[in-house]
């Protein structure tokens, strides 16, 4: 940027301010003039082939850049702010809030030059359309909107999970103290006490909201509500299909009857059900090829050669799906279930997904892993996977056949029933600790078993 003071008196006040201070958060603003090949650090010249205004030079950025690379030890994701580039969204911010750094360029005057912007640049964002006189403004829109999904920022957890455009509804009517003002009184059922209640008024609030102010966002809505309505006659075997929908998580790509073809676009995976081949060999096309790089989810083996042909996957693994769909909580015995933090990713990378901390991380920094202490100490976990299935269950050696596993699962059993989620896990095929794991608790397995295809 050109004017970092402007970043930091907006970045280092309110919420994110406070996020800054405690850690969560780090700011680095960048001088463009810090970087001028030019003794009076002018960092701009006139366009090639005549027009009005200046052109930011590609030096500057480049060197900037570079110096960025040096101090952070790899390439970083680099965001230019431009009304060319793709209109922002809470999808984008959601996908841009895993990332660990971020590094934002801010153009002035009448652009950046085109050479730097292909050698460095990941992404071009919009806020909209119109023009501003500057990047920073927008970077800052975007800055807000990412840091406000890291885990700790808000002080509630659940606050950014159930905002406006979460899975394509927005968000219900506000009310706090007094419970009356100019004549208006809060409504009945947000005095109650009742959440079972309190949580369907809000979503109908929300569908009604939707509907008149966004109807193309109900439209959308509308469509997965009958998805998701086809496939509850089999809940126990499309449990995966209806939650990933429910949560905002994926994308239909074809649905006629039970014949329906989900995309993850945040982790590139795919679900599929065909009941016939006529229906697969026309969603078959309609698989993105990000997929063939992850994973695909079928619901009967009928088709497992097919598919995996044109993914040129190699691997398959046979799962049962357990939903826990019971109306009361489940009793939890150890009380110190926290969520973790990237302090604890080693601890979890050594005992879970053979070492790997970046999908770690990941799941960590999404406040989607939780952590149970004995006098303390750290002995075991269970989190959300990116599909939104329940996993990544450990407890050590010394700590088992205590009740453990059962109190890591029904804590999160119960976090999730409180968000409107039917909690579900896949369970691998001949694991039958985690089978009797599932019966013990009450949740629901189903048959026939779902396949995972991979390379």
């Not at 003039?33 to 500057?60: C, I, L, T, W």
């Not at 394509?168 to 409504?187: A, I, N």
């Not at 509308?222 to 939650?243: C, G, N, T």
Request: charged share 25%.
């Amino acid at each position: 940027t050109l004017f970092p003071e402007m970043i930091r008196d907006g970045f280092e006040t309110s919420i994110t301010g406070r996020a800054v201070e405690k850690g969560l958060l780090s700011l680095e603003t960048v001088n463009i003039r810090d970087f001028s090949v030019n003794k009076h650090n002018r960092v701009d010249d006139y366009p090639y082939g005549g027009g009005a205004g200046m052109v930011m030079q590609a030096e500057p950025i480049y060197r900037a850049y570079e110096a960025l690379v040096e101090k952070i030890g790899k390439k970083p994701r680099v965001i230019y702010m431009t009304p060319q580039g793709q209109t922002f969204n809470q999808r984008i911010a959601e996908d841009l809030a895993k990332e660990e750094d971020l590094v934002f360029l801010c153009g002035h005057y009448e652009g950046i030059d085109e050479r730097v912007l292909e050698e460095v640049v990941t992404d071009y964002i919009s806020i909209g359309d119109y023009v501003l006189t500057g990047g920073e403004l927008a970077a800052m829109v975007v800055v807000d909107a990412v840091a406000r999904l890291v885990p700790g920022v808000l002080n509630n957890d659940e606050s950014a999970e159930t905002e406006s455009f979460h899975n394509d509804l927005l968000e219900y009517p506000q009310y706090s103290r007094p419970e009356e003002w100019h004549g208006k009184k809060v409504p009945e059922v947000l005095l109650s006490g009742n959440h079972k209640k309190i949580n369907a008024w809000r979503l109908e609030q929300s569908e009604r909201r939707t509907e008149e102010r966004r109807p193309d966002l109900y439209a959308k809505y509308q469509e997965k509500q009958k998805v998701i309505k086809k496939l509850s006659a089999k809940k126990r075997i499309f449990i995966h299909m209806m939650e990933t929908l429910s949560r905002g998580l994926g994308e239909i790509l074809y649905a006629e009857g039970k014949n329906v073809l989900i995309y993850l676009p945040e982790i590139g995976n795919a679900m599929l059900n065909a009941e016939d081949e006529e229906h697969l060999e026309k969603m078959l096309p309609l698989i993105p090829k990000a997929v063939s790089g992850h994973s695909i989810v079928t619901v009967t083996d009928r088709w497992n050669e097919r598919v995996s042909e044109i993914l040129g996957y190699h691997g398959s693994m046979l799962c049962s799906q357990a939903c826990y769909t019971r109306g009361e909580p489940l009793p939890v015995r150890h009380k110190d279930i926290r969520q973790l933090t990237v302090e604890e990713v080693p601890y979890v990378a050594e005992h879970y997904h053979l070492g790997d901390e970046i999908y770690v991380r990941e799941r960590i920094t999404a406040g989607d892993v939780f952590g149970i202490y004995i006098e303390g100490k750290l002995c075991g976990f269970i989190g959300c996977h990116n599909d939104g299935s329940m996993g990544m269950l450990y407890v050590e050696d010394a700590y088992r056949r205590q009740g453990l596993a059962a109190s890591l699962e029904g804590y999160l059993i119960n976090k999730q029933r409180e968000q409107g989620m039917i909690p579900y896990a896949h369970i691998v095929n001949g694991n039958e600790a985690s089978v009797q794991l599932q019966e013990r608790l009450g949740l629901n397995l189903s048959d026939p078993a779902i396949w995972w295809l991979y390379n």
